[in-house]
């Protein structure tokens, strides 16, 4: 069974930045994607930004383009969302998952969840 943890959570003021970490607990046989959720109060659970795990590509919301950037560390099995010029919009439960199998759209479909970490952006 693997475990996401998720770290890097916090409060921050508009304009900031705060880099967010997941990490599996082991190297899954199948591993295509890991993506990050978030889920402010009151609204669904929305994708935010997506990465490849072999090639590296990713996809983003329009939301967040231009301002957040997904990365990975394959050795760590360790996912990355460094957020720049944090909106008060911005303010939500960040979840990564992980995604075993090329199914669906890349924003569907995953296995594992992490707990989440709550991001806040006062304005």
């Known amino acids: 069974q693997v475990q996401l943890v998720e770290s890097g959570g916090g409060l921050v003021q508009a304009g900031g930045s705060l880099r967010l970490s997941c990490a599996a607990s082991?190297?899954?046989?199948?591993?295509?994607?890991m993506g990050w959720f978030r889920q402010a109060p009151g609204k669904e659970r929305e994708p935010v930004a997506a990465?490849?795990?072999?090639?590296?590509?990713?996809s983003y919301a329009d939301s967040v383009k231009g301002r957040f950037v997904i990365s990975r560390d394959n050795d760590k099995n360790t996912v990355y969302l460094e957020m720049n010029s944090l909106k008060p919009e911005d303010t939500a439960v960040y979840y990564c998952?992980?995604?075993?199998?090329?199914?669906?759209?890349?924003?569907?479909?995953?296995?594992?969840w992490g707990q989440g970490t709550q991001v806040t952006v006062s304005s």
């Open positions: 082991e190297r899954t046989f199948s591993m295509y994607a």
């Open positions: 990465i490849r795990w072999s090639s590296g590509r990713t």
């Open positions: 998952a992980l995604k075993q199998n090329n199914i669906a759209t890349i924003w569907t479909a995953y296995d594992y």
